[in-house]
């Protein structure tokens, strides 16, 4: 329903839908507009190809942004990168296929936009990359206070406004896992010198220390405007509609280290990552498959992290991967978490894929 009044409103040429059925009503709707409606991957393919576009900005959640993003790259558009699954399973070929169509691709995500706000103009070499965390709905909590979460308690997340899954990443600390990743595809700094600071005020969104030990850091309110603008806008900084800083109204900065004994995927993250291959697909798919399961009441908070640890170790990491490989990686380990923990055959996977 809220689809089919924006393209009322907003007359775009095209709109594509994840699921057929819900492409097929919307279809019907809007019969009596000039806007075609397309289904499933197929249909963000065909978004992200489009003629007469020069840029696509890519925030579908999940390993579903891969391939569109592939086709955008190849059709010559540059990326607006807010789907960080994209580089987490597929960085090296994505990052490749961006260097061999001479393609740019911008963050959009705040912490990545803020370490690409760093280096712009910067001199020497990065000694550090610094992202920041806020630490999630739980920071501060202990393995055992976690046994007995709600579904709605990992939904109160302390400053950002997010979608149901990426807020339960950002819980378990998977989504700062996760941009480690993308961090190291999108800069080439080596995981060793990418570190994760707890910031719970999320008013600075990320660092960059140089070799001289100097610090820069990029300094904003907890608005996603901000990023998506500088990214829409770039080269150029022109006025946007977020609030201004108002540094009067900051009583503290506070920092601290991650606990990374309560949170164990944010040090996985780091281990699939340094590993490659297949690695940080199979994390990517047991992750999504484990919160599309905690999302529907099937598991539990701390059930989380137990599965992707189970599912990652198991993984017989394959070296070098095609995209084949990587999207066979991604399915195979969704059917083994869904039907081990969830009790769901095959059919069932594209209710829970498309509810996270």
Known sequence: TLLERQIRKYKP????????????????????????????????????????????????????????????????????????????????????????????????????????????????????????????????????????????????????????????????????????????????VPYERIEVVIHRESIIHSMVEFEDCSVLAQMGVPDMRLPLHYALCYPKRLPSAARALDFTEISRLSFAQPDCGTFPLLPLAFAAGTAGGTAPAALNAANEAAVALFLKNKIRFADIADIVTRQVEAHKNAASPSLGDIIATDRQIKEVVFHDYGNFSGGNLSALDSDA
């Open 13 to 188: 040429r095209l709109a594509a839908v994840a699921d057929e059925k819900a492409a097929a009503a919307l279809k019907l709707a809007v019969a009596d507009t000039d806007t075609k409606v397309t289904a499933g991957e197929d249909g963000l393919c065909e978004v992200s190809v489009m003629r007469g576009v020069q840029a696509v900005l890519t925030s579908v959640v999940g390993i579903a942004g891969l391939v569109p993003t592939l086709a955008a790259i190849e059709s010559g558009k540059d990326i607006l990168l807010a789907n960080k699954e994209t580089l987490v399973a597929a960085g090296d070929l994505v990052m490749a296929a961006a260097k061999e169509r001479r393609v740019n691709i911008l963050p959009v995500d705040s912490e990545h936009s803020a370490v690409f706000q760093c280096l712009q103009g910067a001199s020497g070499a990065v000694r550090r990359i610094l992202l920041t965390a806020s630490g999630g709905a739980f920071f501060g909590k202990t393995a055992k206070e976690l046994k007995n979460v709600s579904l709605d308690d990992a939904l109160r997340h302390p400053n950002w406004s997010m979608g149901r899954k990426i807020t339960v990443d950002s819980a378990t600390l998977m989504n700062k896992g996760f941009e480690v990743i993308e961090a190291r595809h999108l800069f080439g």
